[in-house]
T-cell receptor, first 114, second 112 residues
């Protein structure tokens, strides 16, 4: 199956700093990538949809100035959590879609803000 | 709108027991249906999918049949193993470039 990687897998940062998470599709070109956030023992909350070369579409309630998404190429999307605070601590998961109807998920990034 | 409802967990079974996790959906049009599995500390992996009515998806002993008449996509496995312990998510996707819509997930624990 298709492979999607995320980096880093875990990150701990101080409050007020910014953190960048990378999502790469390793063996296919992804015209669309998605970013999700998962709280403990809960389902995935879609944050935004990212199409290569265009601005991301954010879900209602997600601050686009806080969660900056860049999709500069067909294999890379980045999520930057700006001025992170403890309430931003979460598990962030990206997914990528090929031309078929299947989304492939990355392994997730555990963000802890102290 | 589109939504997915799956049975609440946690579900605890003994090894070799039969598993059913119910999933029903509401959607406009004719969605594709998916089951994803999430092992502890990991991302989601596609377990199986079905793209049209009466299709059966299967993988690793798991099965689910797309039932349009009952708008369901129940996940079944005849004999679970300890290694099947994970969270299972039912999801749908309508045609076009729309994102997946997930159920809340069902945690399965299989004990030896």
């Amino acid at each position: 199956g298709a492979v999607v990687s995320q980096h880093p897998s875990r990150v701990i940062c101080k409050s007020g700093t910014s953190v960048k998470i990378e999502c790469r599709s390793l063996d296919f070109q992804a015209t669309t990538m998605f970013w999700y956030r998962q709280f403990p023992k809960q389902s995935l909350m879609l944050m935004a949809t990212s199409n290569e070369g265009s601005k991301a579409t954010y879900e209602q309630g997600v601050e686009k100035d806080k969660f900056l998404i860049n999709h500069a190429s067909l294999t890379l999307s980045t999520l930057t959590v700006t001025s992170a605070h403890p309430e931003d601590s979460s598990f962030y998961i990206c997914s990528a879609r090929r031309s078929t109807d299947t989304q492939y998920f990355g392994p997730g990034t555990r963000l802890t803000v102290l | 709108g589109n939504s997915v409802t799956q049975m609440e967990g946690p579900v605890t079974l003994s090894e070799e027991a039969f598993l059913t996790i119910n999933c029903t959906y509401t959607a406009t049009g004719y969605p594709s249906l998916f089951w994803y599995v999430q092992y502890p500390g990991e991302g989601l992996q596609l377990l199986l999918k079905a793209t049209k009515a009466d299709d059966k998806g299967s993988n690793k002993g798991f099965e689910a049949t797309y039932r349009k008449e009952t708008t369901s996509f129940h996940l079944e496995k005849g004999s679970v193993q300890v290694s099947d312990s994970a969270v299972y998510f039912c999801a749908l996707m309508n045609s076009g470039n729309t994102p997946l819509v997930f159920g809340k997930g069902t945690r399965l624990s299989v004990i030896a």
